[in-house]
Nanobody, 119 residues
C-alpha cells in the first residue's frame, strides 16, 4: 500500500506563492499520472492540475498560467508550484496518484494540506 503525504500548505497573502509537495512511500515510476485536486467545505472536489507521464500537463482554467505541476520520479515526489495566489484558491489540496495495470486502474490519495489565501 502506497502512502502519499502532502506538505507546503499554509497562510499566504494574495499575490503570494506556495509550493506543495507530495511524497510517495513507494516508487512513483509506476504511476501513469499524478494530480492535485482541491476542495472547499460543502463543495465537490475539483481537479486543479494533472501530469501524465513525465511532461504532459493539464490545468483547470482557473489556475492556468499561475500554477505549475511537476514530478521528480527519482525523489518519488510530485509538486504544485502556485503563484499569484487569489483568495478563491483557498481550499484543502489533495495529491492523487493514478496507475493502470492491465485493464484495472487504481488511485491513491493523500490526506490533504490546507491552503489559505488572505490578507
Amino acid at each position: 500500500q502506497v502512502q502519499l503525504v502532502e506538505s507546503g500548505g499554509g497562510l499566504v497573502q494574495p499575490g503570494g506563492s506556495l509550493r506543495l509537495s507530495c511524497v510517495s512511500s513507494g516508487s512513483i515510476f509506476r504511476f501513469n499520472a499524478m494530480g492535485w485536486h482541491r476542495q472547499i467545505p460543502g463543495k465537490p472536489r475539483e481537479l486543479v492540475a494533472v501530469i501524465v507521464g513525465s511532461n504532459t500537463t493539464y490545468y483547470a482554467h482557473s489556475v492556468e498560467g499561475r500554477f505549475t505541476i511537476s514530478r521528480h520520479n527519482t525523489k518519488n515526489t510530485g509538486y504544485l508550484q502556485m503563484n499569484s495566489l487569489k483568495p478563491e484558491d483557498t481550499a484543502v489540496y489533495y495529491c492523487n496518484a493514478h496507475g493502470v495495470v492491465g485493464v484495472r486502474s487504481y488511485d491513491y490519495w493523500g490526506q490533504g494540506t490546507q491552503v489559505t489565501v488572505s490578507s
